[in-house]
């Protein structure tokens, strides 16, 4: 699907002015000396629009909020303010049948292959409790899904009747993916899917699931750090730095020029396969600073080699550069250098 | 080119390392040979499983008592693989110095780090304590820990995860190690810290003239890192040569697979070749090559015939029945693409 006809459509997913806060708790020493309660502030301010069909790659360091964005969107996590609308209606107050119907619609797929499927439950156990506690097929018909299913992931006849502990990395993967499948969502959350991965078996996962988000017309949230597969997958990608997204814009423009300095930065700093483009100094300095003390103006004018007084004063908003957003008040210039 | 006139610090011939019973052992490393020379650093890649840690642990003979260790570690011409403990003691951490995956866990949390990095002078230097505490913080200043001075004093729960790998290598330096063994050190890191440690451990080596052999499972780390790289698979190496040339010119199917299955010049969302199967676990490999399951141009000779790691070029072997039957199956793929 081509970028022009998704600006046409109307939003799957929409979120405006996410928030999300979590409170440290207070320790008696702290109470005593009259010290604030801390407060991590894993987002900022997440606007964000996802076409139905739509592969939106998200990368950012660990500790920007990434994962949080993904369980807040997947219900996991309740924002502290702002909206998220799935298909025009709000979904944080979502109660009963309603919060049931979008659950089964939006389904996450997780990180660990090792620690996300139950070890005492055999494949055909973990698949039928999802398919019939929604009460997606009734009888027998719940077995034929199952075999199904497997097929659709492509793992040999008799994986049903096996525990998790028989099969590969890579194969329980393709558990989670089925399990996220058997509820036949619209929207498929995959927070790090391959990560875990070892490198001759992430190509398998990720061709699963291009090839069925293409058949099965899903939108997916692809969460992840590596750079490569997020540009190989993803119609558009947003970066985020600090619980806030500073450029997003479709990945093949995103990667060949990025516009944001942070942007640039962690594309530069991750590893190419061009021995003849070795670096002697590193990509970016310092490190993410505490999400419990984000810096005013631009959360990335610590180690922002541009940074001008500026940057220390003002929050540059995400407004259109070159063909996607970037929150940076010198993006055009610094892009153009 | 001025490496080849320097010296070679570490031979290895014909290493094999087993664990359990002598009857049927789960041979790990399975007749390894390769060399390393000052300033020079070696990249070992391959996937979990592949024997690359235990060809590190073997070396300082850290893998005993569970592990039995055959063949020739020339350290400077001396075997270490006959010496007991207190001889070994002399070397590991001396002349050899490690550093590890998981900075979390290799630190003593109890101890401030100033304490860890004196423990290591006391033991392998003569210096007071006063001497030994002007060199850890010229040490943490090396690795570029801002304000070394006052952080002696700090515990490893205060330091962030590229922190805590930084405090890790000044540890290993302390002794002013002539070869350094890096088992994965950046998989933890985010790609900006990675790069980071990344061009420390390259400026480190250059100047001080140290050996480095860093495990890895990324290619990308390899390109952007490694002077020659070796490649291992089921616990054999399968390629080894100089970085550019192997990752430009790859000739063992294991290797061309693995750099097909990385995306890059790809048209995006296509399906990326995949190498089909999954790596072999230690109690089935065949008799022959390793690879021969996954292996696109295995023929009927490769699962009882065991391929010997041939010369083919300058610095370069590779151990294959069918080079040149691999070559034609992947041009021919190139092509199709």
Partial sequence: ?337 | MHQIEKETVLDVRGLRTEFGLAECPLVAVDDVSFQVKAGEILGLVGESGSGKSITLRSILGIVRPRGRVWGEILWKGRDLVPLDEAALRRVRGREIAMIFQEPMSSLNPLLTVGLQISENLAAHTDLNSKERKARAIELLDMVGIPAARNRLGDYPHEFSGGMRQRVMIAIALASNPQLLLADEPTTALDVTIQDQILRLIQALSRDLGMAVILVTHDMGVVAETCDRVAVMYGGRLCETGLTADVIADARHPYSLGLLRSIPRDVAPRTPLYSIPGAPPSLNALPAGCAFTARCPVAGPECRDVRPSLETTGRQRQVACHHREEALIHFSAREAAQ
């Fill in chain 1, 1 to 337: 699907m081509s970028r022009s006809s998704h600006q046409a459509a109307t939003p799957l997913l929409s979120i405006h002015d996410l928030h999300m806060r979590f409170e440290k708790r207070r320790s008696l020493s702290d109470m005593l000396a009259g010290r604030p309660r801390q407060v991590v502030s894993a987002l900022n301010g997440v606007d964000l629009d996802v076409m139905p069909a739509e592969t939106l790659g998200i990368v950012g360091e660990s500790g920007c909020g990434k994962s949080t964005l993904a369980r807040c969107i997947a219900g996991l996590n309740r924002p502290t303010s702002g909206d998220i609308r799935f298909e025009g209606e709000s979904v944080i107050d979502l109660k009963g049948a309603k919060r049931r119907g979008y659950n089964k619609r939006v389904q996450m797929m997780f990180q660990d292959p090792y620690t996300s499927l139950n070890p005492r439950m055999t494949v055909r156990d973990t698949l039928r409790e999802a398919i019939t506690v929604h009460h997606m097929r009734e009888g027998a018909g719940v077995d034929r899904r199952v075999d199904e299913l497997l097929d659709l992931v492509r793992l040999p006849d008799g994986a049903a009747d096996k525990y998790p502990h028989e099969f590969s990395g890579g194969q329980r993967q393709r558990i989670g993916i089925a399990r996220a499948l058997s509820l036949e969502p619209t929207c498929l959350v995959a927070d790090e899917l391959v990560s875990a991965l070892d490198v001759s078996v992430q190509a398998q996962v990720v061709n699963l699931l291009l090839e069925l988000q293409d058949n099965l017309g899903l939108m997916v949230l692809f969460v992840a750090h590596d750079l490569r597969l997020v540009r190989h997958v993803s119609h558009r990608v947003a970066v985020i730095y600090l619980g806030a997204i500073v450029e997003i814009a479709p990945s093949e423009a995103l990667f060949s020029k990025p516009m944001h300095p942070y942007s640039q930065a962690l594309l530069a700093a991750a590893p190419s396969l061009d021995p003849t483009a070795r670096r002697r100094a590193p990509a970016l300095s310092g490190e993410l600073p505490s999400p419990l003390d984000i810096p005013p103006g631009c959360p990335f004018h610590v180690r922002c080699p541009h940074a001008t007084a500026l940057c220390r004063q003002e929050k540059p908003t995400l407004r259109p550069v070159g063909p996607g957003m970037t929150a940076c008040h010198f993006a055009e210039t610094i892009a153009g250098a």
